[in-house]
T-cell receptor, first 115, second 115 residues
Framework: SAVISQKPSRDICQRGTSLTIQCQVD?????MFWYRQQPGQSLTLIAT?????????ESGFVIDKFPISRPNLTFSTLTVSNMSPEDSSIYLC????????????FGPGTRLTVL | QKEVEQNSGPLSVPEGAIASLNCTYS??????FFWYRQYSGKSPELIMF????GDKEDGRFTAQLNKASQYVSLLIRDSQPSDSATYLC???????????????FGKGTKLSVIP
């Protein structure tokens, strides 16, 4: 399976600022996903990012708050804008793959704390 | 609203016993079912996937799927303390724009294996 890396691994940010999270893959993939995992909760899909098109956002998530870039087939960024303490979460990118073709693999995550 | 339900636990089993983790899902159109293991502070790791009714075995893990009952389970035989983690059930959302790749996660079951 592909190797997925994320930067930063963790950060502590001030309310009202923005943070851009990077996701790098060692192979070309058409589709990437961004998830959020709030403390003690499961994973919630933020958006699907396809290279060459606008990201598709899930209900409750908007582009102004979570702009996504997908400049090529190995890289994506998620920005968390105008942060509040409620944005404190782990943010994960993932991509499909595997033997069955439908499996999904996650990056190591970015642990964000907003003060 | 697509839902995936899991007992949050914690589920405690003695070392060497069988741990049984259960999951129900609401969308009859779902075709792909996954179990992820998540250690504290780490990202989810795919441990099993199943697409057809019945049992699928991989080492100490067995996934069971019953589409008629909309039920999927994970059995862990000869449980070890290293199996202590949160286990997330995930189901594909066939109605999403991302095709079969988009996943809905349950809240997870915390498993504790007591030495």
């Amino acid at each position: 399976s592909a190797v997925i890396s994320q930067k930063p691994s963790r950060d502590i940010c001030q309310r009202g600022t923005s943070l851009t999270i990077q996701c790098q893959v060692d192979s070309q993939v058409t589709m990437m996903f961004w998830y959020r995992q709030q403390p003690g909760q499961s994973l919630t899909l933020i958006a699907t990012a396809n290279q060459g098109s606008e990201a598709t956002y899930e209900s409750g998530f908007v582009i102004d708050k979570f702009p996504i870039s997908r400049p090529n087939l190995t890289f994506s960024t998620l920005t968390v804008s105008n942060m509040s303490p409620e944005d404190s979460s782990i943010y994960l990118c993932s991509l499909p793959g595997g033997v069955g073709g439908n499996e999904q693999f996650f990056g190591p995550g970015t642990r964000l704390t907003v003060l | 609203q697509k839902e995936v339900e899991q007992n949050s636990g914690p589920l405690s089993v003695p070392e060497g016993a069988i741990a049984s983790l259960n999951c129900t899902y609401s969308d009859r159109g779902s075709q792909s079912f996954f179990w992820y293991r998540q250690y504290s502070g780490k990202s989810p790791e795919l441990i099993m996937f199943i697409y057809s009714n019945g049992d699928k075995e991989d080492g100490r893990f067995t996934a069971q799927l019953n589409k008629a009952s909309q039920y999927v389970s994970l059995l862990i035989r000869d449980s070890q303390p290293s199996d202590s983690a949160t286990y997330l059930c995930a189901v594909n959302n066939p109605h999403s724009g991302a095709g079969s790749y988009q996943l809905t996660f349950g809240k997870g079951t915390k498993l504790s294996v007591i030495p």
